[in-house]
Structure formats: structure tokens, C-alpha cells
T-cell receptor
């Protein structure tokens, strides 16, 4: 049974800092891994999707990496801004629908 | 192209009542997934449907919960005789197809159910 863990559960950083969010999964037989952003009381916005054959994906200030063999993914956010404050969810896709971690709640302080 | 639509956005029910949550997938999408997010928890898969078929309902409670995706109209998640523990955000997602490789799922804004 796939389990997804996100560390840290919460993170507070000053504006401008670069930061890394971590995601680990127990079953390496995955098809893809997605990072989502969730704002309070809102739905999910897909940030990056990494297929199992890929090592990383980049979008603007975001870079996500995937290491299937070690069961890990990282989301790197460069030059953080207060608007980046949200909960970031990692989700793994395999033979079953997405399995989510509990998320990392990020606060970027101006 | 409108995104995934869910209604209502907020729903208040008293214990014992029925809750009906609706999801209209993105245009051209024939696969619908329902997830539940309990307070301070991650999203948990409930059920996966294609038009007129339930493909995987392994995450759905055996009692009081049912889901359908008719040939015409939205997908419906139905909760009978709601209890306080059903209070959660219910998210719907859709994808164009699944051929053994998961396509990106597009999520709706969710329905927040509060049971009094």
C-alpha cells in the first residue's frame, strides 16, 4: 500500500529565501508524481507533474525533482514571495488513483 | 474551456439528512474521481467512475455513501443519514483518459460539507 509523507509539516521563511519541500513515498512503482498548491478554503492547483521516466520539471521559480529508486521528490521554490504562502501537496499516481501526502503549510513573511 | 465544476460550494446538513454533491468534469473528460479531505488531513481517494460505470470504489465507506456518473449530467456523490464525522471537503477531479498511465487530474474547487 502506497504511503506518502511530506516533511516538514509547516515552514515559515522570510521573503526572498530559497526553500525546499520534501516528499517521500514507499512504493517506487509509480507512473507519475504531482505537486499541488492549496490555498485556504480553496481547491487544488496543479503546479508540476513529473512522469516516472523524468528526473525533474521546472516552471518559473519552481523546480521539482524525482528519484524513484529512493522514493523521494523535492519541490524547490526560488526567491520566495508572500504570495507563495499556501499548503503544498505531493501526490503519487500509480495503478490506483492519486495518493496524497498531508502537505507542507508554507508561510512567507514579508 | 471551463474547469471542473462542483456545487454546491458549501453545504450544511443536520445529522440524519442526505447530502448530494455534484461534479461536472471538464469538457471532453470521461473519468471522474472523488476525494475527501478531513480537517488537518491529506486528500483520500474515495471512488473512480467512468460514464455509467464505477471502476474503483475501494476508498468509499460501504454504508451510506454512493456515487454515480450517468450518461447525461454530472457525477453525484450521495451521503445518506449524514453524521458529524462526514464533515469534510469533498473534491472532484477529472481526467481525459487512463490507459494504465495516470493522466493529470484536474481538480474542482470542492464542496465543504458541515454536519450539525
Amino acid at each position: 500500500k502506497q504511503e506518502v509523507t511530506q516533511i516538514p509539516a509547516a515552514l515559515s521563511v522570510p521573503e526572498g529565501e530559497n526553500l525546499v519541500l520534501n516528499c517521500s513515498f514507499t512504493d517506487s512503482a509509480i507512473y507519475n508524481l504531482q505537486w499541488f498548491r492549496q490555498d485556504p478554503g480553496k481547491g487544488l492547483t496543479s503546479l508540476l507533474l513529473i512522469q516516472s521516466s523524468q528526473r525533474e520539471q521546472t516552471s518559473g521559480r519552481l523546480n521539482a525533482s524525482l528519484d524513484k529508486s529512493s522514493g523521494r521528490s523535492t519541490l524547490y521554490i526560488a526567491a520566495s514571495q508572500p504570495g507563495d504562502s499556501a499548503t503544498y501537496l505531493c501526490a503519487v499516481g500509480g495503478n490506483t488513483p492519486l495518493v496524497f501526502g498531508k502537505g507542507t503549510r508554507l508561510s512567507v513573511i514579508a | 474551456n471551463a474547469g471542473v465544476m462542483q456545487n454546491p460550494r458549501h453545504l450544511v446538513r443536520r445529522r440524519g439528512q442526505e447530502a448530494r454533491l455534484r461534479c461536472s468534469p471538464m469538457k471532453g473528460h470521461s473519468h471522474v474521481y472523488w476525494y475527501r479531505q478531513l480537517p488537518e488531513e491529506g486528500l483520500k481517494f474515495m471512488v473512480y467512475l467512468q460514464k455509467e460505470n464505477i471502476i474503483d470504489e475501494s476508498g468509499m465507506p460501504k454504508e451510506r455513501f454512493s456515487a454515480e456518473f450517468p450518461k447525461e449530467g454530472p457525477s453525484i456523490l450521495r451521503i445518506q443519514q449524514v453524521v458529524r464525522g462526514d464533515s469534510a471537503a469533498y473534491f472532484c477531479a477529472s481526467s481525459p483518459e487512463t490507459t494504465g498511465t495516470q493522466e493529470t487530474q484536474y481538480f474542482g474547487p470542492g464542496t465543504r460539507l458541515l454536519v450539525l
